[in-house]
């Protein structure tokens, strides 16, 4: 009998997952609700849809200082008060990349330094002092 008891005991066992279906559900309610969503820092890129490239030219302006005191933009007579004015027309027009002056022996210091001054005045290009003409 106590092996019929034990028998007819173990016919009736059932496992009922109900309450471990309800335990999964608030869980993964909890961490939705907990989890914390960051949305991931983009960077605005800008698209230039134009086609063409504009490129400005560049130029090297060489200025000329003769014997008599002359003083010469790309061989062509300037004076000294003009200099500013000629280097602001090549400057909206392309962009200097260095400026050469070149001085005659025989010319007066004060001609180089004012030369120098009025290109320093008008734009922060270097300046190369080239080869001493002489004739």
Wanted: net charge negative; glycine share 0%.
């Amino acid at each position: 009998m106590i092996k019929t008891a034990k028998a007819h005991l173990q016919e009736n066992l059932s496992v009922d997952m109900n309450p471990m279906l309800d335990i999964v559900f608030i869980l993964l309610i909890f961490f939705i609700v907990t989890a914390s969503f960051n949305k991931e820092a983009v960077l605005d890129i800008e698209r230039n849809n134009s086609p063409t490239l504009s490129v400005t030219p560049k130029v090297t302006p060489q200025f000329t200082i003769d014997a008599n005191n002359k003083v010469y933009l790309n061989n062509r007579q300037v004076e000294i008060d003009a200099i500013n004015v000629n280097i602001a027309k090549l400057a909206a027009n392309a962009d200097i990349t260095a400026i050469s002056v070149r001085a005659h022996e025989n010319s007066q210091h004060n001609t180089l330094v004012a030369v120098l001054n009025a290109i320093k005045e008008q734009t922060s290009a270097p300046v190369a002092l080239g080869d001493v003409l002489s004739n």
